[in-house]
């Protein structure tokens, strides 16, 4: 009778061999630890395809609101500038010279026609002199010239009559008559030297009172440029010898205008304005120029402006340094919100609001690990403007609704908002506070 195999006897060499190592036993422990590796990718698997289907309803978002107030709403652009004198005339020599004597110091007071300084006279002085003469000298000659004219008609009209009774020649006709042209001549021509003369008279005299510096206006010294002994030249360019300020009890400052703000700026707005002599003081001011002519410095441009100041006190100095704050609009129980309730946009779909599903983050799983895409987040950046329209957002159902409304008056920190169903108190959203 056959006797059974033993099994352990049908191993083939092999694997016996592989029994002997030990190598089927660490084939087994692998092939387990392959089995929860897969058993956990599938589990991933399925758990992704559960959260990527998609889900109604949205998370719990926590908004953060505040509430529409009621007041006085004031719009102001603010520029920088320098406070200046209402007429301010600087003074120069005419022509070159001596400075002999200065009348006048830094803040006197003068009045129109005053002197200032004078320049040395001698060598203007002995000029005019002999212009005076040369003048003399030519009217004489003019004197001289119509005797001579007179003689000269007389002789011509003598000819003349004894030429009728035939005791005259033609040729001693002829010489009468041209002895007297010539003689008209000479008269005419000793008149214009009297007329230069007198013109150069006038030009010698006028240098003349020019060494005399007067004052054009009634004012005050700002500035004095010149001293005793000094030399003066003026052949090239007017020197400037003295600074006056017309009246410092009414000055003016002159800012620049950014170009962003020159359309808010118009003549007849109210100012205040401050320096820094005075902390703490307010200064009332009115605008009463605003000038076409743009400045362009480092690429930005800007717009001058003139503002009336009443300095009554003389506490302001030409010169200063001032900031002013220039009121464009004001309202009266304007309905306001901050700014960032107009620059929100909630992270989904509003209620009953069709939205397209672009603009819809990865729904479930992936849309919790992912940030939500914003089709709206460059449209928040632009800034806001008077009379846009735009929106803001309320809670409606615990869900975030959306109100058009019409924006009015912006003042910085606040915007004036126009529409119905925005009252006081009315709370509109303005950020997230936090997601589950």
Do not use: C
Not at 49 to 74: C, E, K, M, Q, Y
Not at 120 to 148: F, M, Y
Not at 276 to 295: L, N
Not at 366 to 382: D, E, I, S
């Amino acid at each position: 009778m056959n006797e059974q195999e033993d099994p352990a006897r049908s191993q083939s060499p092999s694997a016996e061999m592989a029994d002997t190592l030990g190598l089927n036993e660490a084939q087994r422990s692998f092939l387990a630890r392959y089995k929860w590796y897969l058993y956990g990718a599938v589990a991933l698997v399925v758990f992704g395809f559960i959260g990527l289907a998609p889900r109604s309803g949205t998370p719990d978002v926590n908004f953060r609101t505040a509430a529409a107030t009621r007041g006085d709403l004031t719009v102001t652009v603010t520029a920088t500038g320098t406070i200046q004198p209402l007429n301010q005339v600087d003074i120069g020599a005419e022509i070159s010279g001596l400075i002999e004597v200065v009348n006048v110091d830094f803040n006197d007071r003068v009045a129109l026609g005053e002197i200032l300084a004078v320049l040395d006279k001698d060598q203007l002085s002995a000029r005019v002199r002999q212009t005076e003469a040369q003048l003399i000298s030519a009217r004489a000659k003019v004197e001289e010239a119509k005797a001579s004219e007179f003689e000269a008609r007389n002789n011509l009209q003598r000819a003349e009559s004894l030429h009728k009774k035939g005791n005259v020649s033609e040729q001693s006709l002829d010489n009468a008559s041209a002895a007297h042209a010539r003689a008209i001549a000479v008269l005419a021509s000793v008149k214009a030297q009297v007329t230069v003369a007198e013109a150069n008279l006038a030009a010698d005299q006028t240098n003349l009172a020019k060494t005399d510096i007067i004052a054009p206006i009634d004012g005050i010294v700002l500035t004095r440029q010149v001293e005793p002994g000094q030399t003066v030249a003026a052949s090239l360019q007017t020197p400037v010898l003295f600074t006056l300020a017309e009246d410092l009890s009414a000055m003016k400052l002159v800012v620049d205008i950014d170009e962003a703000d020159i359309g808010q700026v118009q003549e007849g707005q109210r100012a205040t304005f401050s320096v820094d002599a005075y902390a703490g003081r307010v200064f009332p001011a009115t605008i009463t120029s605003v000038r076409f002519s743009p400045k362009n410095e480092g690429g930005v441009v800007t717009y001058e402006a003139l503002l009336s100041v009443d300095n009554a006190d003389l506490a302001l100095r030409p010169g200063m340094t001032a900031t002013a704050t220039i009121t464009t609009a004001n309202r009266t129980g304007a309905i306001m919100v901050p700014y960032a309730a107009l620059r929100f946009t909630p992270p989904m779909p509003a209620k009953d609001e069709d939205e397209p599903s672009a603009r819809r983050g990865p729904p479930g799983l992936m849309g919790m690990m992912m940030p939500r895409f914003n089709g709206n987040r460059g449209a928040r950046q632009t800034p806001l403007q008077a009379g846009a329209p735009g929106r803001v957002w309320v809670m409606d159902d615990r869900r975030p609704r959306a109100i058009p409304v019409e924006v009015g008056l912006l003042d910085g920190q606040r915007a004036e908002v126009i529409a119905e169903g925005i009252e006081e108190g009315t709370d509109v959203i303005i950020g997230i506070q936090a997601a589950s």
